[in-house]
Structures are given as C-alpha cells and as structure tokens.
C-alpha cells in the first residue's frame, strides 16, 4: 500500500541514502489529502523530512495545492475531535517550515493570529500549538506587530486560563513579541 510505502521512503532517506525527494514530497501532498488518520500524519511527517533538502524545499513552500491544504485544515470545524488533530498536524508543519520562506510565513500568521485570539475554540491542545506557533512565526516575520489593543480580552483570558499549558504558551508569544517591540524600538533610535 501506498502508507507502507512511503514509511519505507521515508526511512530509507532519513538514513541518508539518495532518494527521489519531488517524488516523494508528490506522494505525500496525496497522503495529506487523505481523510485517513495514519495517510495524513505520514504526509506531514514526510513533508518536514523532506523540507531539510535545500532544493526541494522551495518546492514545498511554493506548491498552491499544499498550501490549500493547510489553509484547509486549519480552518475544519472543531465538530469531530479528528479535525483537531488535523489542525494540529498542519500547525506543526508550519512551525517546521516557516524558518524556509517569509513570504510562506505571512501565509498563515493570520490564520494562526485567528486560532490563538478569535476562534474561540477550547481544545487546550489547539490553543497551545497556535500560540507557539504564532511564536515562530513572530520571530522570522520582522514585519509582523501584534495588534494588542483588539486582542485584548483575549488575551486577558489566556493569562487567566485554567490550564498552565495555555498560560505559558501566551506568556512565552508575548516575550517574544515584546523583546521583538525593544529591537525594533533599538533600530529606530540608532538611525536618528
């Protein structure tokens, strides 16, 4: 079977042997396409494993229907408890590629801004994936600011969440977007 297969390929590159990466990343931009549980989270685990080859990587970040399919599964609605897995798979290939591109990062950093503050969702897991994820983001998008005062209750009730999961995640995305504000407030003095 396909799954077979591809958990074959996948261990075969990961011991270092040459093997046909577009080939592969094709098989699994089918895999995650998949309504299958085990096909989409070997689709995702090869995507990230064949993101660490330069010159397959631009194709990753660069192919529409990949893209389509993250924004997809990000945007499921939380009525079955898989579609949360979904979204916590797509979050993590995020987090794994968006050190590769900006411009692939500006793809997704409203989506995840909207998991993290608007959706309302209350799936800890999904809460504390987006907000590290929105931590990353934040770090390799020198443009992105926070808009705080139209988060600002949710983010009020993120530090007051019961869980410390949640608490943490918040706590470590607004350190980094504060230490962000201080370099950026540095670059501006030091070219008046």
Known sequence: SNLKAMWKVLFISYLGYDVQHKIGFQQCLKLIQSPRFAENSVGYIGI???????HC????????????TLQKHLMLPYTESRNSVYKIYAL???ANLCHISTAFSEQFTWIVENLCFNDHNHDADIIKKSLMVLKRLVAVNDDYLLNIKRHKQSIQQLLTHDNIGIVNSALCLFDTLLSKQYIVRQRQTQVI
């Open 57 to 68: 990587a631009d194709d990753i970040i660069s192919n529409s229907v990949f893209i389509e």
């Open 48 to 54: 990230v494993l064949f993101s660490s080859f330069p």
């Open 92 to 94: 993590r290939c995020i």
